[in-house]
Nanobody, 124 residues
């Protein structure tokens, strides 16, 4: 069993930066692929970024490529999402997710554990 707790959300202006953190419980964190998803009001949950357990492969949604960076510190059981050049359309609740698999995935259904989410609001 894995528990995920996100933090770092808030209200910022367009162009600002935020760093989200996701702290995971469980001794096998380093073996999970990790992902970030987001859900805006009235929209479906969408993929943002993912990273393999070895940190060797990352992938991003086209909408955030070049602005967001996913990283992880297995020794701290933590995954991060650095978000730069934020836009109003980035406003959403951001969720951290863990997948019991070697490779990451863009599909929510491939993730086994989810956090409660942290709200990010970008004002124009």
């Amino acid at each position: 069993q894995v528990q995920l707790v996100e933090s770092g959300g808030g209200l910022v202006q367009a162009g600002d930066s935020l760093r989200l953190s996701c702290a995971a419980s469980g001794r096998t964190f380093s073996t999970y692929a990790m992902g970030w998803f987001r859900q805006a009001p009235g929209k479906e949950r969408e993929f943002v970024a993912a990273i393999t357990w070895s940190k060797s492969i990352t992938e991003y949604a086209d909408s955030v490529k070049g602005r967001f960076t996913i990283s992880r510190e297995n020794a701290k059981n933590t995954v991060y999402l650095q978000m730069n050049s934020l836009k109003p359309e980035d406003t959403a609740v951001y969720y951290c997710a863990a997948a019991v698999r070697t490779y990451s995935s863009t599909r929510p259904a491939d993730y086994n554990y989810w956090g409660q989410g942290t709200k990010v609001t970008i004002s124009s």
